[in-house]
């Protein structure tokens, strides 16, 4: 089954019995027992950070944690304008990924809907944006979890545009 986060919650998820919110995780599980919604989101929106970080740092290939967190078979692919961009598998793939954002920065949003008790093992989705702020791109990359560890990683890049408001004068 596959969980994909969004804001719409089904008032039905809502009612899940919270006695299930600190069972055990299942062998297998690369998951804190925690069950809740919030917390879920955020390790696995940490993970994705985490990957990203360990596949852009020299010695990836010997990196005991990012193969720890991004499966074998796991796929990469990044596009951008109108071309889809395949950037392999497993931790090379993640390599790729992370040598073709360049990224300094990164957001998220953070689960504010309702709360829920949920499986922390199902398959998840959680959706980051890297930003590489000297070349004014931003991609934004949805990454794809079963039992904790990452299964596919596919994102868009794209220029961006930022900058500040002038002060409103109070009224």
Known sequence: MKTVICAAVPALLSAIAPARAQAAAPAGCAMPATRNISDVYATLSQRAIAIVEHAAAGGWQRDSELRALVRPDAEFDLGSGDVGGP????????????????????????????????????????????????????????????????????????????????????R
């Open 87 to 170: 950037l392999g598998k497993g931790p090379a793939g993640a390599h790729a990924l992370a040598a073709e954002m360049k990224a300094d920065s990164f957001h998220y949003l953070p689960w504010s809907s309702i709360p829920m008790v949920v499986d922390p093992c199902d398959e998840w989705s959680v959706k980051v944006a890297f930003i590489d702020s000297r070349a004014s791109t931003l991609a934004d990359v949805e990454f794809t979890f079963r039992g904790g560890v990452l299964v596919s990683a596919k994102g868009w890049s794209q220029s961006y545009v930022a900058g500040q408001l002038k002060p409103v004068a109070n």
